[in-house]
């Protein structure tokens, strides 16, 4: 091999590296659209059923139209818009029924999830999710809405990962996003109504109940607390 080939070739993966690294701190155009739309619709400052015009928002951030549909197909494929004939994009809307169908497979993967992740998960990872539910008490008694949301999603985002399932977070996410966007619209609209201290109790049981390492009374505090949450939630609709 001539020197200046084994020169290059040798330079050629430390170059890769520095431009992978340059990747993560620089998300593109896209993510940062995809981001900037999503954060309004979980803000509830776009509602569900919202139509989304791909034009005005090109025009209104100074893009192209072909970048803001590649940041909606983004937005489809994590639920939180759908694409409809002769509308095009808008924000996911859910009745009561397909909320009670979300929340039952949630139920399955979720509980699935906490057993794997007593097998999997060091106390270590699991004091993370400990963490977090410290700032979701302190949202619920400071009455702040949003951030309670934000950070009970993070809570089972780190959840999932926990399982070591990579499958399982993929899942969840897709299915669990637009559910939650559309609940925390919906608990802004009605003033609160869900008991939020209660909700950050049930996430501080679940996690001390990882860290006791007993698969099958994990299932059981886990199985107990989504039934909370479906009861809460689904209770919305019949008052």
Same mark, same amino acid.
């Given at each position: 091999m001539k020197p200046r080939i084994a020169a290059a070739e040798s330079r050629y993966p430390a170059k890769l590296a520095e431009l992978s690294r340059s990747f993560v701190r620089k998300p593109s155009m896209v993510d940062r659209i995809?981001?900037?739309?999503?954060?309004?619709?979980?803000?509830g400052d776009l509602k569900p059923a919202d139509r989304i015009v791909e034009s005005r928002v090109?025009? &209104? @951030?100074?893009?192209?139209?072909?970048? /803001? !549909?590649? #940041?909606?197909? &983004? @937005?489809?494929?994590?639920?939180?818009? /759908? !694409?409809? #004939?002769n509308q095009g994009c808008i924000v996911t809307s859910l009745t009561r029924d397909e909320i009670s169908q979300i929340l039952r497979i949630r139920g399955e993967l979720e509980v699935l999830a906490v057993e794997l992740a007593v097998e999997h998960a060091s106390d270590a990872d699991i004091y993370k999710l400990v963490a977090v539910t410290g700032l979701m008490k302190a949202a619920a008694q400071a009455k702040d809405v949003q951030e309670f949301f934000k950070h009970d999603f993070r809570f089972h985002e780190t959840l999932w990962k926990l399982?070591?399932?990579?499958?399982?977070?993929?899942?969840?996410?897709?299915?669990?996003?637009?559910?939650?966007?559309?609940?925390?619209?919906?608990?802004?609209?009605?003033?609160?109504?869900?008991?939020?201290?209660?909700?950050?109790?049930?996430?501080?049981?679940?996690?001390?109940?990882?860290?006791?390492?007993n698969k099958e009374f994990a299932r059981q505090i886990m199985q107990q607390k989504l039934q909370m949450f479906s009861d809460q939630h689904l209770g919305l609709y019949n008052k």
């Open positions: 995809a981001e900037a739309l999503r954060g309004l619709i979980i803000a090109a025009r &209104e @951030l100074g893009v192209g139209q072909p970048t /803001v !549909r590649e #940041a909606l197909v &983004e @937005l489809e494929h994590q639920g939180l818009v /759908v !694409r409809k #004939a399982s070591g399932n990579s499958f399982l977070p993929k899942l969840l996410s897709q299915l669990m996003l637009p559910l939650l966007a559309f609940l925390f619209i919906r608990n802004m609209r009605n003033n609160s109504q869900i008991d939020l201290a209660a909700s950050a109790q049930a996430h501080v049981d679940i996690a001390d109940a990882l860290l006791g390492r």
